[in-house]
């Protein structure tokens, strides 16, 4: 299981540390029952990859371009790997330069040309033949080889930490803190090793569990008016964290070939109450809940509070810290709950 995960990136609020806990509240797959799992925000998909193997049928969904690459290149696709052709063919020299123009003191050199030559690659190719068309499983998996290059060798898979770039981009006599050192060996692993341990990491991931999976890239409530299931799994992002859009915003931009304009979630917003309220009433047809949620503005009680306006709810507190690039979690953001609510 550990190997699958591999092919995940490190994802901010992402739930790898904690899926034996939510996976215990959930009834298991038995002979000729292979119950729904709705995961109603895929983010980097650790939830809906382990589920798969468990041998849920699992249905995704995430509003953003990062995680569709992971809802399409691992949850529905169980067989196209990439393989040696695919190395060539990201490499393929070209002019594409948005990285180095844009993103100069976020990578090294040798980071910023090889993230170019693979995007200008993937740009190319899928402008020029039906079989990789933007959305096609090979062009999505050439697009998690970008994000986990990216995300990888970051340390938790932050982008905010550009103290530790900044002496790695005129290289030669860098002056690095001690406490950076690992990260910065990390960081200076060469291209071609990085792309074949990423490639490795992600034909780990691919495998069929014999059902059909499916990944749908909308608002939450779209998404849920629209699927049915045994279980919704629901791990929003937390009101008073800071959004995805704004820690994302760099490689939206990247996967996107633009700058792309932070637009902050419904659920990172003044009304973010209202919209868990909203997402529970949609999902009215589901037997069981099971919600994470932390974060410094709303207390187990709270939450506890709203789930119950719609059924009776269970609440465990789990300890757990979380981390992303150099930033301390707050006392107040450490505590993560579980909610469960079964319809009566
Ligand atoms: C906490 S993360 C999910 C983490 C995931 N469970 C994991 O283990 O990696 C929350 C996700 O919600 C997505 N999101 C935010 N607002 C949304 C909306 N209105 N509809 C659908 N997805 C949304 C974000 O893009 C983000 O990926």
């Known amino acids: 299981m ?20 939510i996976f215990s509240q959930m009834p298991l797959p038995g002979p000729g029952w292979m119950p729904v799992l709705v995961d109603a925000f895929l983010g980097g998909g650790s939830v809906s990859l382990f589920g798969k193997a468990k041998g849920y049928q699992v249905l995704c969904n995430d509003i953003s371009a990062r995680s569709e690459v992971i809802g399409r290149a691992l949850i529905e696709n169980s067989r196209v790997r990439l393989d040696d052709m695919d190395m060539h063919r990201l490499l393929m020299q070209n002019e594409y330069s948005f990285v180095r123009a844009n993103f100069a003191n976020l990578f090294t ?54 103290g530790i770039y900044q002496p790695l981009v005129g290289r030669y006599n860098a002056q ?12 200076c692993t060469p291209p071609l090793r990085k792309l074949q341990h990423v490639f490795e990491a992600i034909n780990g991931g691919i495998f069929s569990n014999g059902l059909d999976n499916r990944f749908f890239k909308m ?16 791990d929003p992002p937390y009101y008073g964290c800071d959004s995805y859009e704004n820690k994302y915003n760099v ?5 996107a070939g633009q700058l792309v304009e932070e637009q902050p979630s419904k659920f990172n917003q003044n009304g973010a109450l209202d919209m868990l309220r909203e997402m529970l009433r949609a999902a009215a047809w589901s ?4 919600i994470s949620y932390g974060g410094p503005k709303v207390t187990a ?37 579980l909610i469960v609510g079964r319809r009566g």
């Open 219 to 234: 608002d939450v409530l779209d998404f849920l008016s629209q699927v049915t299931g045994d279980i919704v799994y629901f």
């Open 2 to 21: 550990v190997k699958l995960l591999k092919a995940l990136p490190c994802y901010f609020g992402g739930k790898q540390k904690l899926l034996s806990a």
């Open 287 to 290: 037997p069981l809940w099971i």
């Open 109 to 162: 050199p040798e980071d910023a040309e090889t993230l170019d030559t693979m995007l200008g690659n993937i740009k190319e190719l899928s402008e020029l033949a039906v079989q990789w068309h933007p959305r096609s499983t090979r062009v999505m998996l050439w697009r998690l080889v970008v994000i986990l290059y990216i995300v990888r060798y970051r340390k938790y898979g932050d982008f905010g930490n550009e």
């Open 301 to 337: 009680q709270d939450l506890g509070a709203i789930v119950a306006e719609f059924r009776p709810a269970t609440i465990t507190e789990l300890k757990y810290k979380y981390n992303f690039g150099n930033e301390a979690d707050t006392d107040a953001r450490r505590t993560e709950m």
């Open 251 to 255: 490689l939206d931009s990247i996967l």
């Open 176 to 187: 690095i803190k001690k406490s950076h050192y690992e990260s910065v060996k990390r960081i």
